[in-house]
């Protein structure tokens, strides 16, 4: 994006121009540094709140507290920060007050190396206080400082290091790691809201397989979905799951899912199957695990797990209509022609068979069903799958009908004849209810 880089450089040569010593910071450096397009640039200076208002008497003082303020030019938002340095944090989240210093005292403040970069805008010169180019050059994710130091100051850290890790491809430095995984419990202090936003990143990912790891390992996962945790060792019948535990189908199925999925699908394929753990059962009779009714106690789990991690209504309910109906996939072929329609007809139909394609392939290999519902797309592709119906209620009234629960089931016996192809026109269906007087 030229325009944004060239935005940013006006930004920034307005505070130089000013005397403000003037660098980009963060992310945007390590970005430019890895070969990347910045989606975003931030500024770090000299200048204080006051003296960036002076210059942007329009900026927006969102955090001014803090030292930040938001300067809009051609509708993009750049933040512009005072170099600082951090108080104690006693929330787990936020300084208790900031000191205005030095580039180099802000570079050390901040989380990890290679996000404590700053550039010259007008030279390109790498500024760099704390080694965030040889770890960018060793693909490495370390803590500026202390790590636990560093995570006790804001917990929200601990989910960024893992979605840094798979994000930008780095390993993450084994004291680093060690830290994320001693203070985990510091995870409690954040907001589900917070917490929610990164975990919604990892998932859409394209390694996300990695960030499910790297979440499960480092205990992570026991703050944000525990019955996670419960799918390890839970053994699945060999002749349908030859891969394993379910833990391990659900890794799979996460990486085979493609780069861009939808939230909600991401959710439905990771909750799937959270409902085996309370309804494993083994037959002797038949030597085989069974899981009757998973599909309808994980929903009711999911809704639980989503709930709390305050997704939207409309993700929890398109997540656990996928978690309730993944099973149905095994009768579809046993299904008469009007239930093949409403089935198909479902708003969240085509995420349902991404998750039934990555379900099968991660197990037994079976697509007969899959096949099945795309070669029945195409048969039905001509006119729509559930048609404008050819009565109404008012219809049934003129016939002198009285107005109750029958209303519905008549229509809907019209309905399925209709999409069965046996009523065709509003002549057969007034004929059809007149034989139900």
């Given at each position: 994006?030229?325009?944004i880089?060239?935005?940013a450089?006006?930004?920034a ?6 005397g403000h010593?003037?660098?980009?910071a ?5 970005d430019?540094?890895?070969?990347k397009e910045?989606?975003d ?8 709140p006051d003296?960036?208002i002076?210059?942007?008497?329009k900026?927006d003082p ?16 750049f ?21 205005f210093?030095?580039?180099?005292e802000?570079?050390?403040r ?11 805008p ?5 500024i760099?206080?704390?080694h965030g ?7 490495t ?10 995570f ?11 979605r ?8 993450i ?9 001693d ?12 917490i ?9 990912s394209?390694t996300r ?15 944000i979905?525990?019955?996670?945790y ?5 053994e ?10 379910v833990?391990?189908h659900?890794r799979?199925?996460?990486?085979m ?5 939808t939230?909600?699908?991401a ?6 199957d959270?409902g ?10 038949d030597?085989?695990i069974?899981?009757n ?6 929903a009711?789990m ?6 709390k991690l ?5 993700t ?7 978690v309730?109906?993944h099973?149905?996939?095994m009768?579809?072929?046993h299904m ?6 409403r089935?198909?007809s479902?708003?969240t139909?085509?995420d349902?068979m991404?998750?039934h394609?990555v ?26 799958l559930?048609p ?15 107005p ?19 009523i ?14």
């Amino acid at each position: 994006m030229p325009e944004i880089k060239a935005t940013a450089n006006k930004i920034a040569r307005r505070l130089s121009d000013a005397g403000h010593v003037t660098y980009f910071a963060g992310g945007c450096v390590r970005d430019l540094l890895l070969g990347k397009e910045p989606k975003d640039y931030d500024i770090a200076t000299s200048a204080t709140p006051d003296e960036v208002i002076a210059l942007f008497p329009k900026a927006d003082p969102i955090g001014a507290h803090f030292g930040v303020i938001l300067v809009r030019e051609k509708g993009l938002p750049f933040e512009i920060a005072t170099f600082r340095h951090d108080g104690s944090y006693h929330d787990g989240r936020h300084p208790d007050s900031v000191t205005f210093s030095t580039p180099e005292e802000d570079a050390k403040r901040r989380d990890f190396t290679v996000n404590g970069l700053f550039q010259k805008p007008e030279t390109d010169e790498i500024i760099d206080f704390v080694h965030g180019q040889d770890d960018l050059n060793t693909h490495t994710l370390r803590a500026i400082g202390d790590p636990q130091e560093r995570f006790q100051e804001d917990a929200l850290r601990l989910m960024r290091a893992i979605r840094f890790a798979i994000t930008l491809g780095f390993k993450i430095e084994q004291k680093t790691w060690n830290a994320v995984c001693d203070t985990s419990l510091l995870l409690e202090k954040i907001s589900m809201e917070r917490i929610r936003d990164e975990f919604s990143q990892v998932l859409l990912s394209p390694t996300r397989a990695r960030g499910f790891d790297l979440l499960t390992e480092s205990g992570l996962m026991r703050y944000i979905v525990p019955e996670i945790y419960d799918l390890i060792g839970c053994e699945q019948p060999p002749q349908w799951h030859p891969e394993g535990d379910v833990y391990t189908h659900t890794r799979i199925m996460l990486d085979m899912l493609d780069d861009q999925p939808t939230l909600e699908l991401a959710l439905g394929v990771l909750l799937h199957d959270i409902g085996k753990p309370p309804t494993f059962t083994y037959d002797e009779a038949d030597d085989r695990i069974r899981f009757n009714g998973h599909d309808r106690v994980g929903a009711e789990m999911a809704e639980k797990i989503l709930r709390k991690l305050k997704y939207s209504n409309k993700t929890v309910e398109s997540a656990c209509a996928m978690v309730s109906n993944h099973m149905n996939f095994m009768n579809v072929q046993h299904m008469r022609t009007s239930k093949v329609k409403r089935f198909m007809s479902r708003p969240t139909f085509e995420d349902e068979m991404e998750l039934h394609r990555v379900d099968c392939a991660s197990s037994n290999g079976f697509t007969e069903n899959y096949d099945f519902l795309r070669s029945k797309q195409k048969e039905f592709a001509a006119e729509p799958l559930i048609p404008e119906p050819l009565i109404t209620g008012k219809d049934l009234i003129d016939l002198g009908m009285n107005p109750g629960p029958e209303f519905k089931a008549i229509l809907t016996a019209i309905q399925t004849e209709q999409l069965e192809g046996k009523i065709n026109s509003r002549d057969e269906a007034m004929a059809y209810v007149k034989t139900q007087k």
